[in-house]
């Protein structure tokens, strides 16, 4: 397998279990891809702030094998659900991106 390919089917998406109690479940979260990360972003400059916990959830929320759970449909849904419960997530989830929170007060000046 030459560097390209080792590169593209790289399993680089780590991801963490994290118990839910709200909800009853234990799911998983994993890092955004490149892709994700963007449109996450891209999201927030529009409007800071709004459903971020939501979105955040909708980008990093999988199951044990990396497959999301949700999509952007989901949003309206998810940002309905126990703010407790999407604090967990988007704590967790903010950490294994890299997002603190000088980076989102950031995108609200863009």
Do not use: H
């Not at 799911?27 to 963007?38: A, C």
């Not at 999201?43 to 909708?58: L, W």
């Amino acid at each position: 397998m030459n560097i390209r390919e080792s590169i593209l089917t790289a399993d680089d998406l780590p991801r963490k279990p994290l118990t839910i109690p709200e909800w009853g479940v234990t799911v998983y979260v994993r890092t955004m891809t490149g892709s994700q990360r963007d449109a996450f972003e891209a999201a927030q400059i529009k409007d800071p702030y709004r459903d971020i916990r939501a979105r955040m959830a909708t980008y990093t929320v999988c199951d044990e094998s990396g497959a999301l759970l949700f999509t952007e449909a989901d949003i309206p849904s998810l940002g309905a659900k126990s703010v407790r419960a999407l604090d967990k997530i988007f704590a967790l989830a903010c950490r294994l991106n890299g997002v603190s929170k000088e980076d989102v007060d950031e995108l609200k000046k863009i």
